[in-house]
């Protein structure tokens, strides 16, 4: 089975603080993706990344980075913390070939204060 | 920007009955696929069904494609307690990207 952790599962930072989720797979899938999830908005996708090293903007890239350096993880940088990146975030993964099912983690439940 | 949208937002049922939800896309796609949510945690998928296939079936789950009105829609058969959770369908253009809706929060009242 494919297995997705991501680093914490609850976490509270303040403004301004740099903030690092890290995710890792194991089944050495290419695609790597991240997205957060707030109600009535659904999921939506801040960047992915199709091989090591490189990334590709989602929808909302604005105030994030990523960084792949090996191939089964992939971290989500929160450069400056802001209120409103207070959210759940869901990492997952998938295939380089359709129909590019994703396998996803846990999330972590971040609270920017 | 969304692609799916499901309906309804929110369904609550009694255990033991049949539960159905569907979701309407925008734009040509090459497959659709349904996940679930319980809550607080990961997603999980559930069937995938490809833009050649008009019906699909896993255990006690149905979905069914029509893209001539761009709509699909998932039907959980005997529902029970556990069935509780968000329920997403995802459109896939044949890239590695998924599309999510905003999800239908389905409730199985014991």
């Known amino acids: 089975d494919v297995k997705v952790t991501q680093s914490s599962r609850y976490l509270v930072k303040r403004t301004g603080e740099k903030v690092f989720l890290e995710c890792v797979q194991d089944m050495d899938h290419e695609n790597m993706f991240w997205y957060r999830q707030d109600p009535g908005l659904g999921l939506r996708l801040i960047y992915f990344?199709?091989?090591?090293?490189?990334?590709e903007k989602g929808d909302i890239p604005e105030g994030y980075s990523v960084s792949r350096e090996k191939k089964e993880r992939f971290s989500l940088i929160l450069e400056s913390a802001s209120t409103n990146q207070t959210s759940m975030y869901l990492c997952?993964?998938?295939?380089?070939?359709?129909?590019?099912?994703?396998?996803f983690g846990p999330g972590t439940r971040l609270t920017v204060t | 920007s969304q692609q799916g949208e499901e309906d309804p937002q929110a369904l609550s049922i009694q255990e033991g009955e049949n539960a159905t939800m569907n979701c309407s896309y925008k734009t040509s796609i090459n497959n659709l696929q349904w996940y679930r949510q319980n809550s607080g945690r990961g997603l999980v998928h559930l069937i995938l069904?490809?833009?050649?296939?008009r019906e699909k079936h896993s255990g006690r789950l149905r979905v069914t494609l029509d893209t001539s009105k761009k709509s699909s829609s998932l039907l959980i058969t005997a529902s029970r307690a556990a069935d509780t959770a968000s329920y997403f369908c995802a459109t896939n253009f044949g890239n590695e990207k998924l599309t999510f809706g905003t999800g239908t929060r389905l409730t199985i009242i014991p």
């Open positions: 997952a993964s998938s295939l380089a070939r359709p129909p590019y099912e994703q396998y």
């Open positions: 990344s199709y091989d090591v090293k490189m990334k």
């Open positions: 069904i490809r833009s050649n296939e």
